[in-house]
């Protein structure tokens, strides 16, 4: 393998002439990989499609996905704030139309069941260190992005569907 890498980089380190919707750096890693081996001349493809790469089996990513999935069957592709996204889960609750709280990722549902109704100002930080955490990455397809804004103006967020 490291001959594969070094004549690889010798010869000008030649990428594959794929796109992606990926912006992590595994992605990347695999990208690599997969261009090293057809410059070696390898047949086939490395690591399935290049759309949708295997990744360890993780619970948080999944209930991330559902999560998402969840606020883009309420807003679309329309923008929010991690303060309008709490009050839309206190709508449902209140059996208003909103977002179910049973789709909380992790340890963000225990946080809103242990949370007083209107009192919810540490579970907005958790829910938006959650945000921030994962801002970009993508479950299962699905991505949180952060929206540029200008002035005070709270973070504004969309997602971004498969």
């Known amino acids: 393998m490291l001959t594969i890498i070094r004549g690889w980089y010798i010869s000008g380190t030649p990428w594959l002439e794929e796109s992606t919707d ?3 750096d595994f992605m990347t890693w695999t990208s690599s990989m997969r261009a090293m081996l057809r410059w070696a001349g390898f047949p086939g493809s490395f690591g399935g499609s290049s759309q949708k790469v295997a990744i360890a089996a993780d619970p948080d990513t999944d209930d991330w996905a559902e999560f998402l999935a969840a606020i883009h069957d309420h807003y ?3 923008e929010w704030t991690v303060k309008d996204l709490v ?3 206190e709508n449902y609750r209140d059996g208003e139309k909103g977002v179910d709280p049973v789709h909380l990722p992790g340890d963000l549902a225990d946080k809103w069941s242990r949370a007083g109704y209107g009192k919810r ?3 907005s930080k958790s829910l938006g260190r959650w945000l921030s955490f994962r801002a970009g990455r993508y479950a299962d ?4 992005e ?3 804004t200008t002035g005070h103006h709270a973070q504004m967020w969309r997602v971004i569907e498969p």
């Open 22 to 24: 990926r912006s992590d």
């Open 76 to 78: 679309g592709e329309r």
């Open 87 to 89: 009050q839309e889960l």
């Open 121 to 123: 100002a540490g579970f």
């Open 141 to 144: 397809g699905w991505k949180a």
């Open 146 to 148: 952060k929206i540029e």
